[in-house]
């Protein structure tokens, strides 16, 4: 499928600075954690690893996150987005599409309370998002 986002949002990641280690792992869990259960949906197992990017399987319950890099708190909440995606989708959605960087944006504002600065970033850097409903989180 293709994800035609995906760079975008890559970009705009390491724009904000969160292409490095700000936190422990035991952080990174808990949010993925508190993110699952704002959703309603399955808490994956979160296990590390080092030398490749984060990233989720939702459709085994397991999410990764790279200890040499990424344990920061915005890259947990990014693999949450990926996981929380397709248990409310049920489907394979485009990895970096709207759908996904709504529910992104939406974890990432629940806990930096950027009062529109992450969303205002997101659009200069084009990238699209669908708004979140009250029917999530």
């Given amino acids: 499928m293709k994800d035609p986002q995906k760079r975008k949002v890559y970009d705009w990641e390491e724009s904000q ?8 792992f035991e952080v990174c869990k808990r949010r993925i954690e508190q993110a699952c259960q704002w959703y309603d949906v399955t808490v994956p197992e979160v296990r ?4 490749e990017l984060s990233w989720s399987l939702p459709w085994v319950d397991v999410i990764s996150m790279r200890e040499d ?7 947990a909440l990014h693999e949450a987005a990926h996981h929380i995606v397709f248990k409310l989708r049920r489907e394979r959605v485009q990895d970096h599409g709207p759908f996904f960087f709504g529910i992104y944006l939406d974890l ?3 806990f930096y309370r950027s009062n529109n600065v992450l969303r205002e970033s997101a659009r200069k850097a084009g990238i699209k998002w669908k708004e979140q409903s009250d029917d999530y989180g």
């Fill in 108 to 110: 990432l504002e629940r």
């Fill in 48 to 51: 590390s690893h080092r030398n």
């Fill in 69 to 75: 890099g990424e344990l920061n708190v915005p890259i």
């Fill in 17 to 24: 600075g969160w292409d490095k280690n700000a936190t422990t």
